[in-house]
Every structure is written in structure tokens, then in C-alpha cells.
């Protein structure tokens, strides 16, 4: 399992050099309660986690940690799914491996991006396409989940139909088996 005190977080490169996502995601924590605060630390992930199509080791050590507290603060914001498609994407092009010790964590934990789109009230055009998009891609469709998020605006009658009724994406992804029909119990996150 991927911890924050594992002493790898002390030695990871970012976007710009190194970059240890560990004060951010206590900070994070601590003040998820304050939208001003809350979108500085994702826009800083967003900064440092992904970089026009490239990721690092210290990409995917964050996401697990990242949703995990996302689910065990009720967060939904659209950076954090942002994150988990636009990284997941970016795994399969040419960047750095994710060593086998912490794969099986990374693989079960952004498969959680759903229970994070799940929690949203407000589905908007923006935040069905990256939701779709993160959900697909964190179930192995990657070419669908590239077809998704370069959909042309003019032609998504059914995400603006997802937009509207939330309820029918949670059916498709049921059928999909690309989630169940427990939720995990928010009392045994323990990030910190």
C-alpha cells in the first residue's frame, strides 16, 4: 500500500524538478473546507503531477493518497478527477514505469475516481466529460477514454443527457462492472 510516510516521497522529481506532495496532501486535509485554499493545493498538483502529456514516479505515488482523501473528505472537484484521467492517460505514453510494489495499490485505488464523480451534485458539461473520461481510463479503455475527451462539442448529446441525469451513468457503469454496488466506508481511510 502506498503511505505518506513512505521515505520515496523524500527523493521524487515533478514537472519541475523535486517535488514531495506530502505537506500539500496534510495541508490539503486540514483545510478541505476552504475552496480557495483547496483549489491552490490541486491547481499546484495539476502544476507539478502532469506536464503536457508527461508524468513521473511522483504522479502516480499521489494519485492513491489524493483519492483516498478525496473519498474520506467527500471531495469532488474537477482537478481531482482531471488529475486521475490526464495521468492515467499519460501512463501508457512513453513514461516512467510504476514499480511493482506499489502497481497493484495505484491500479486498485484510481478505479475510486467513481465513488469521487458519484459524490458531485452539479454535472455540468465540464465535469461529465473529464468524469467520463477518468472513469473510462481508470478501467483500462484508454483509446475510449480518448475518444470521450475529444468528443466535438457539437456531438455529445449524451453526455449533456449524462449532465442531466446522473443516475443513468452509474447504471451503464453497474452493467459495465466497472463499479459495484457497495461504497466504501469513509470512517477506515486512513491517509496520515
Given at each position: 500500500?502506498?503511505?505518506?510516510?513512505?521515505?520515496?516521497?523524500?527523493?521524487?522529481q515533478?514537472?519541475?524538478?523535486?517535488?514531495?506532495?506530502?505537506?500539500?496532501?496534510?495541508?490539503?486535509?486540514?483545510?478541505?473546507?476552504?475552496?480557495?485554499?483547496?483549489?491552490?493545493?490541486?491547481n499546484?498538483?495539476?502544476?507539478?503531477?502532469?506536464h503536457?502529456?508527461?508524468?513521473?514516479?511522483?504522479?502516480?505515488?499521489?494519485?492513491?493518497?489524493?483519492?483516498?482523501?478525496a473519498?474520506?473528505?467527500?471531495?469532488?472537484?474537477?482537478?481531482?478527477?482531471?488529475?486521475?484521467?490526464?495521468?492515467?492517460?499519460?501512463?501508457?505514453?512513453?513514461n516512467?514505469?510504476?514499480?511493482?510494489?506499489?502497481?497493484a495499490?495505484?491500479?486498485?485505488?484510481?478505479?475510486?475516481?467513481?465513488?469521487?464523480?458519484?459524490?458531485?451534485k452539479?454535472?455540468?458539461?465540464?465535469?461529465?466529460?473529464?468524469?467520463?473520461?477518468?472513469?473510462?481510463a481508470?478501467?483500462?479503455?484508454?483509446?475510449?477514454?480518448?475518444?470521450?475527451?475529444?468528443?466535438?462539442?457539437?456531438?455529445?448529446?449524451?453526455?449533456?443527457?449524462?449532465?442531466?441525469?446522473?443516475?443513468?451513468i452509474?447504471?451503464?457503469?453497474?452493467?459495465?462492472?466497472?463499479?459495484?454496488?457497495?461504497?466504501?466506508?469513509?470512517?477506515?481511510?486512513?491517509?496520515?
Amino acid at each position: 500500500m502506498i503511505l505518506a510516510e513512505d521515505p520515496i516521497f523524500e527523493t521524487l522529481q515533478g514537472c519541475y524538478g523535486e517535488y514531495n506532495p506530502i505537506p500539500n496532501l496534510k495541508k490539503l486535509e486540514e483545510n478541505s473546507d476552504n475552496e480557495k485554499v483547496r483549489k491552490e493545493i490541486l491547481n499546484d498538483f495539476l502544476d507539478n503531477l502532469y506536464h503536457q502529456g508527461s508524468v513521473y514516479l511522483v504522479s502516480f505515488l499521489t494519485l492513491p493518497l489524493l483519492i483516498r482523501l478525496a473519498i474520506k473528505k467527500n471531495l469532488s472537484d474537477l482537478e481531482i478527477i482531471t488529475l486521475v484521467g490526464f495521468i492515467e492517460m499519460a501512463r501508457s505514453d512513453n513514461n516512467v514505469e510504476i514499480p511493482t510494489k506499489y502497481l497493484a495499490d495505484y491500479e486498485r485505488e484510481i478505479k475510486n475516481v467513481t465513488l469521487i464523480a458519484h459524490t458531485n451534485k452539479d454535472w455540468d458539461y465540464s465535469y461529465t466529460l473529464i468524469s467520463t473520461m477518468a472513469i473510462t481510463a481508470a478501467n483500462g479503455q484508454k483509446d475510449f477514454a480518448d475518444s470521450i475527451f475529444y468528443f466535438d462539442r457539437k456531438d455529445t448529446k449524451f453526455l449533456r443527457a449524462v449532465a442531466t441525469n446522473k443516475e443513468y451513468i452509474e447504471d451503464v457503469l453497474l452493467q459495465a462492472n466497472m463499479i459495484d454496488t457497495k461504497t466504501r466506508d469513509k470512517n477506515q481511510l486512513n491517509l496520515f
